[in-house]
């Protein structure tokens, strides 16, 4: 009973593969949205006007995420390129490239260089995929944390003091902020790949989880797994 | 003188009562002086109250005389004596005076009575003559309402209405002149007419009567010329079977047939006529025959067996064996079972032949007391087949019926009725019976028209025509493509298990020209080591593996890369297509759970099957999957990043065309071939 009310499609170079849009982040205060593309473009699209007013290249593969600063109008983006990159969107170009498969103490080479979750708070940022999960502080440029999960991750967040993040492996990691694991919740799938908090309400906090599986695990306290939804 | 007379008169006087005196009178007294004294007629002349007056003056006269008297007599005797004697004649005159006056009063009395009575006695005879004309009267109305409320015959008779009447009767009888006015004219000739008219059908009636026994003589005759008739037809039929033989027209074997047939319980006659029925109209190749042995299948219903009182039966047992040993427990129990498994002796056969000559011979048997079908199957092929030893299931007549319908593994008896007898005699379950008896699949019974409903046992299902015929012509089609299509996994079966993948030439345009990765084994394993397996717990969640499907294991090779992939074969392959699980091990176990492009691979063969069918109907499905396997697997080593920490060149280098190496938030590798730009891409 879903009726599509809009589509806009990014410009694409060639016919034969059509770019996948890989996330998107919607900035709600100045209605505008940033998607991360396939072909390596991060592209800011105008929810009024519905036209692509940015097109950021730098990223030499796909863009796997992006993330919006809260101050200032700039965005983070991961790729698989190993990169994070900030953009200021009122120059329209890149400000800061930290590649971060160059530091020692996160990379892991064998499992590879693409960059898969980011999350940002202030000044700090949090990044992690092929590479280990690390905490960064953006002013200075260096990982100050790294967080010693093994398999890669795919989703992380600030939560109040915490940091949460999912990957390869069936929990929820609850991490602080100076390297600790506070815990590690199982949940249902045997991979995560998204997690969210529900933004509005900090008195009760509803965190919902989900992967590789056609359930979905709701918690209504961090540290066990309220109940899931499941597709029949 | 006057009381002479009188004297000599009273006595006459007092006979004559009543009678007038003067006429009396005039006739009695005819010797006497003319002139005589009456005093009847005296007393009417004289007043009475004068005479009472006479009477009382009398009365006082004589007191007088006598008180007269009485002073004389007191005075002296002499000198009175004639006063004495006249007073005393006067006193007899006053005495003669007063018995006149006594007679005279006497009479007066008689008179008096004798005229009451007269005048009573003419009051008695009026009221007599009232009282007889008041009866005559009662009885003179009695008549007149008994008259009145004669109902004579005739108005009992229900005659024809007035209007009718004048209708129809001709005007002699109804003469209208007179009869409309007077009723009673009215009523006789209605009467009239009535009975013309009742002497006239009375009539009718008896001719028809006799023209009855006519024609039932008649009908006699023919009947008699008619059964005369059938001896000469059998004859004619006798004469007439050398002239079907040469002609080829097998009239008499499907009269014998069908002869046979009635001998047949229900639901295998139900069989036997819709199967016939379908082979003659839709499908050539279908044969059905009848089996068995029909003089035990008259003598079945020669004694009414009662098969459902197993007490009376096995107490009629004991009492046999009292003289001999009595049977031990088990060996009762044991007959008891035989007895509630019993089979018709009479089974029905249905042949069907595909286009390569190949046939499946299916054999239909009817349990008496359970009331269910059972079928036993056996293949027969045209070529003699080399068995590989992975095939060893496909065609076993076990397990080659096996859920031709989903859900339908024929281990249990669909009657539930059954549960409660074989309670009884300790049966388990039908499936310990299966080898000798044969499978009581649903859609044998639905073939039989027997349906029995899920939940609710009943006491008796009988045999329904239209329930056989509606599932006779899919059954035969789900037949036949079950028994192809296990002829074609078993010739696929013998090639891989030499380590060739068979693919024809119509699915070439699949496959890359070059695929490295080879088949290095494939066997078949059973189910408790398919479900021991780790990376197959997520198929038998989901309900795909059963223990009525067959599961293999295939193991694909190259270089230091060894891919397993644990196959379940659902029985109705190919329209549900085998499930695949793959374990990749390569540098570490990789599988489903923690490497997204092995489940990527899995999908491949899982969710993109259609493409994999081949031609119809679609045989090579298996084949096809297992090519594509190899093809990503391929794919997969060969996309793998070049990891900088080991030292050498990449295991295996990239041949394949790729446009993208990775793409999306799962980072999956291209694994959709194009044909015929021969590239791989992301699907």
Not at chain 1, 115 to 136: F, K, N
Not at chain 1, 213 to 219: A, C, H, M, N, T
Not at chain 2, 56 to 85: H, P
Not at chain 2, 298 to 312: F, G, H, I, W
Request: hydrophobic letters at 35%.
């Amino acid at each position: 009973g879903c009726r599509e009310l809009w589509t806009r499609r990014p410009p694409c170079r060639s016919s034969l593969e059509v770019p996948e849009i890989n996330a998107l982040e919607v900035n709600q205060r100045d209605h505008w949205a940033v998607l991360a593309g396939g072909d390596g473009a991060v592209r800011v699209l105008d929810l009024e006007s519905g036209a692509f007013t940015h097109e950021l290249r730098g990223h030499q593969d796909l863009v796997h995420v992006v993330a919006l600063r809260e101050q200032l109008p700039q965005v983070l983006s991961g790729g698989e390129d190993g990169t994070v990159r900030l953009w200021d969107l009122r120059l329209g170009s890149q400000v800061q490239l930290i590649e971060v498969h160059k530091y020692q103490e996160c990379s892991r080479p064998q499992l590879g260089k693409w960059i898969r979750c980011l999350a940002t708070e202030s000044d700090w940022m949090v990044c992690g995929g092929g590479p280990a999960l690390t905490l960064w502080h953006l002013r200075s440029v260096t990982p100050t944390t790294v967080f010693p999960l093994a398999p890669p991750q795919h989703h992380a967040l600030f939560h109040q003091d915490m940091v949460l993040s999912g990957g390869v492996g069936p929990a929820l990691h609850l991490l602080q902020l100076n390297g600790d694991v506070r815990g590690r919740v199982p949940v249902s799938p045997p991979a995560l790949r998204s997690l969210c908090l529900h933004p509005r309400s900090p008195e009760h906090q509803v965190l919902t989880v989900g992967g590789n599986s056609p359930k979905i695990d709701v918690f209504t306290n961090l540290g066990y797994r309220a109940f899931s939804l499941s597709f029949t | 003188m006057s009381s002479e007379s009188s004297k000599k008169r009273k006595p006459k006087v007092i006979r004559t009562d009543g009678v007038p005196a003067e006429g009396k009178r005039g006739k009695g007294d005819t010797d006497q002086d003319v002139r005589y004294y009456s005093e009847e007629s005296e007393v009417d002349l004289r007043d009475p109250i004068k005479d009472y007056e006479l009477y009382r003056e009398t009365c006082q006269e004589l007191q007088r005389l006598m008180a007269e008297i009485q002073e004389l007599k007191s005075r002296g005797i002499k000198e009175n004596a004639a006063e004495i004697d006249e007073r005393r004649v006067q006193s007899c005159v006053h005495f003669m005076t007063l018995k006149k006056l006594n007679r005279l009063a006497h009479i007066r009395l008689k008179k008096g009575r004798d005229q009451t009575h007269e005048a009573k006695q003419k009051v008695d005879a009026y009221h007599l003559q009232l009282q007889n004309l008041l009866y005559e009267v009662m009885h003179l109305q009695k008549e007149i309402t008994k008259c009145l409320e004669f109902k004579s015959k005739h108005e009992e008779i229900e005659l024809v209405s007035l209007e009718e009447f004048y209708k129809e009767a001709p005007p002699e009888i109804s003469r209208p002149a007179i009869t409309l006015t007077e009723p009673h004219q009215q009523t006789l000739a209605r009467l009239d007419w009535e009975l013309e008219q009742r002497k006239r059908l009375a009539e009718k009636y008896k001719e028809c009567l006799t023209s009855k026994e006519k024609i039932l003589k008649e009908i006699e005759v023919k009947k008699e010329y008619l059964s005369s008739l059938q001896p000469r037809l059998n004859s004619i039929m006798q004469a007439s079977l050398p002239v079907q033989e040469y002609l080829f027209m097998p009239f008499d074997q499907a009269h014998k047939q069908y002869e046979t047939a009635r001998h047949l319980p229900p639901p295998l006659y139900v069989l036997f006529v819709q199967a016939s029925a379908y082979g003659q109209a839709c499908d050539k190749k279908l044969v059905v025959a009848i089996e068995g042995s029909v003089e035990e299948a008259k003598a079945l219903y020669k004694p009414p067996e009662d098969s459902q009182d197993d007490e009376s039966d096995s107490d009629a047992e004991e009492e046999q064996t009292t003289k001999r040993r009595r049977p031990t427990l088990g060996v009762q129990l044991d007959d008891k079972r035989k007895e509630m498994l019993k089979r018709h002796p009479l089974s029905v056969t249905l042949d069907l032949k595909c286009k390569d000559e190949n046939v499946l011979h299916l054999t239909f048997y009817y349990l008496m007391n359970l009331n269910v079908m059972t079928v036993k199957a056996k293949v027969t092929t045209a070529v003699e087949m080399t068995t590989a030893i992975s095939a060893g299931d496909l065609l076993s007549p076990d397990s080659l019926l096996n859920c031709l319908y989903p859900g339908d593994h024929g281990r249990k008896t669909p009657n539930p009725a059954n549960q409660f007898q074989f309670d009884k005699v300790g049966i388990l379950t039908l499936s310990d019976y299966v080898t000798e008896l044969g499978h009581p699949y649903v859609w044998v019974q639905k073939l039989g028209g027997l349906h029995f409903p899920k939940d609710q046992p009943q006491h008796t299902v009988a045999a329904d025509n239209s329930l056989s015929a509606s599932h006779m012509e899919l059954t035969v089609k789900l037949l036949r493509s079950r028994l192809q299509s296990r002829l074609a996994l078993h010739k696929q079966f013998a090639s891989l298990e030499h380590g060739v993948v068979p693919v024809s030439s119509e699915c070439q345009q699949l496959f890359p020209t070059k695929i490295v990765s080879r088949l290095v084994k494939w066997t078949a394993i059973p189910y408790e080591d398919y479900a021991e397996l780790p990376y197959t717990k997520d198929v038998i969640e989901a309900g795909l593996a059963e223990d009525t499907h067959l599961y293999y294991m295939a193991l694909i090779e190259r270089g230091t890369a060894k891919l397993q992939a644990a196959v379940v074969l659902n029985p109705g392959y190919s329209t549900l297509p085998p499930v695949f699980s793959l374990c990749l091990n390569w540098k570490g176990e990789r599988n489903s759970s923690n490497d997204d492009n092995i489940r990527a691979m899995e999908s491949e063969v899982n969710v993109y099957y259609k493409e994999l069918w081949g031609p119809k109907p679609g045989y090579q499905l298996l084949t096809n999957q297992l090519q594509r396997l190899c093809m990503v697997l391929d794919v997969y080593l060969e996309t793998e990043p070049h990891d900088p920490s080991v030292e050498g060149p990449k295991e295996f280098p990239q041949e394949k065309m790729c446009l993208r190496l990775v793409r999306g938030p799962l980072r999956l590798k291209p694994f959709k071939f194009n044909y015929p730009q021969g590239f791989f891409s992301h699907r």
